[in-house]
């Protein structure tokens, strides 16, 4: 790679976070990157390719998979089915020390799903358990830390927008992405749970009195359908049952047949959702499309090539490449936004991936969990400034409270880098 390339290189991502920095929205902020780097150098880029690049940014029928599962998380949030999900963990563990902390993790992992987003959790979740946690004694930094370490793993367990978006990238299969994500998701909540317990019995956190198997059963009964939502979807997945998108068309419609059941529902609430989520689309949309022309020009440069035939030159490996893009994600989660991280930087980085034989599977749900992270870390994590201000607390206090919790995220994901079969267990046993 010349060094004409890596002027190239700087320029366009120069111009990216430099329009960044200065707010400008994620999608201009790519147009204005992509047009000063075609001012600068004059056709490197056909005029056709800038059509054909913006259709193809979003000309994917699993597209639709994304529309319908943001759909269901805000039909979750609004009807009632989130609220029912954690009454019935509270009756479960609330006798247990920290309970309102082991709780908040647990109810994320449930929630997990049918969202299969870290900001609606966080939206749903937090607003409950962030304001009970306070009154009943937690720190304000730590609600919130736990708040938003937990709601990330929304985005790996099934179903899951930023899985759908890799399986596009890795031109892989998305059930495959849904099922390899299931005992990383189940471990991160485990792992999170572990780091809790220690944390509520050393600093002696409250909990409430057991209120009886009869207290159980009467929670349990009216959460039901709350519950059965992410049972049947996790069956059709592993069945094989429809397709990616017409299970999630479905489940948004169960979901919709639950919230009126529990009268919690009205046209003029689901109207309010439907318009809220056609907002959340479009501007997803609008990155993807505007994203195509960017990356578009780093493959024209033969980029992920040249990274590939150096790992193989060096003997690095598959793990040492896999290593190598996990800190890299690492670290730039810490200064990008997760969505041009899982949109720009993802799609350049499949094909070194393929190339040096890392199984796609493996690649995307590790990429995705690591991407989220960077919703916790400073100084960019929106979770952080999102739960510290449900929490009415700095954002310092967050992060601070965070630590115990991010080091525990990140030793599974060594192990997730170091033991592939841990993610792939799941799909090649059903697949």
């Known amino acids: ?240 049952i429809g397709t990616i998108v017409e299970i999630g068309a479905l489940s948004c419609v169960f979901a919709v047949a639950l919230s009126y059941a529990y009268k919690e529902m009205s046209l003029k609430k689901l109207g309010q959702i439907l318009m809220n989520t056609t907002v959340i689309i479009g501007k997803v949309l609008c990155v993807l499309a505007s994203a195509g022309t960017f990356v578009w020009i780093i493959g024209s440069m033969g980029v992920a090539d040249w990274i590939a035939n150096r790992a193989m030159t060096l003997g690095v490996g598959s793990t040492g490449v896999m290593a190598f893009c996990v800190i890299a994600l690492f670290f730039l989660g810490m200064i990008l936004d997760v969505g041009v991280i899982q949109m720009v930087i993802l799609p350049v980085m499949a094909p070194v991936i393929l190339a040096v034989g890392i199984d796609p599977t493996q690649f995307g749900v590790l990429a995705i969990l690591v991407s989220q992270l960077g919703l916790c870390t400073p100084p960019v994590g929106a979770l952080i400034y999102m739960t510290a201000g449900i929490a009415e607390c700095s954002s310092v206090e967050v992060v601070k409270e965070s630590v115990p919790f991010i080091a525990a995220l990140l030793v599974l994901i060594g192990l997730l880098v170091l033991f592939p079969q841990i993610t792939l267990l799941i799909p090649n046993l059903l697949t």
């Open 1 to 240: 790679m010349g060094q004409d390339v890596i002027l190239q290189l700087l320029l366009l991502f120069g111009l990216m976070l430099l329009f960044l920095f200065l707010r400008f929205p994620v999608f201009l902020s790519l147009v204005l990157a992509s047009v000063g780097y075609m001012l600068a150098f004059p056709g490197k880029v056909p005029l056709p390719v800038i059509g054909q690049s913006i259709i193809s940014g979003i000309n994917n029928v699993n597209f639709t998979a994304i529309v319908f599962y943001f759909l269901l998380g805000e039909i979750m949030n609004s009807g009632g089915l989130s609220d029912r999900l954690v009454s019935f963990c509270k009756a479960c563990i609330g006798h247990v020390r920290g309970s309102l902390s082991h709780i908040n993790i647990i109810a994320s992992i449930v929630f997990a799903g049918v969202s299969g987003s870290a900001m609606a959790d966080t939206a749903s979740i937090g607003a409950m358990m962030i304001p009970t946690m306070k009154r009943d004694g937690y720190p304000a930094g730590y609600a919130a830390a736990i708040t938003q370490c937990s709601s990330i793993i929304g985005p790996i367990i099934p179903p899951s927008t930023g899985l759908v978006l890799m399986g596009i990238y890795l031109n892989a299969s998305v059930r495959k992405l849904f099922l390899g994500g299931m005992i990383p998701g189940v471990l991160m909540g485990g792992f999170l749970l572990v780091v809790s317990y220690i944390i509520s019995k050393k600093r002696n956190f409250p909990h409430t009195p057991w209120g009886g198997w009869r207290n159980v059963w009467e929670k349990g009964k009216e959460g039901v359908g709350a519950f059965l939502l992410p049972v049947i979807i996790m069956i059709c997945l592993v069945c094989g």
